[in-house]
């Protein structure tokens, strides 16, 4: 095509052009995932190209409120 993957996710915030490359972006990672399912392409290759082409990430971000975060009720019983 000659444009880079870093061209092409730039031109996905372009007025004109920029929701059909979100959508061709979507169905082909929904296809991956598919394919991934069904034992044609390995867990981790897609893990791979997931974080590398779709924007994926293995762990949320730091909050920048540094909240702590407070279960109430029974939560004992989760860890059973």
Not at 3 to 10: G, P, S
Request: aromatic share 8%; hydrophobic share 35%.
């Amino acid at each position: 095509m000659g444009a880079t993957r870093e061209e092409l996710i730039a031109c996905m915030n372009d007025e004109k052009y920029g929701k059909l490359l979100r959508i061709a972006r979507n169905r082909i990672a929904k296809i991956k995932k598919q394919l991934a399912f069904n034992g044609k392409l390995q867990a981790t290759v897609l893990a791979f190209d997931f974080k590398n082409n779709h924007g994926y990430k293995d762990k949320p971000e730091e909050s920048e409120t540094n909240e702590p975060v407070v279960f109430k009720g029974k939560t004992k019983n989760w860890s059973k």
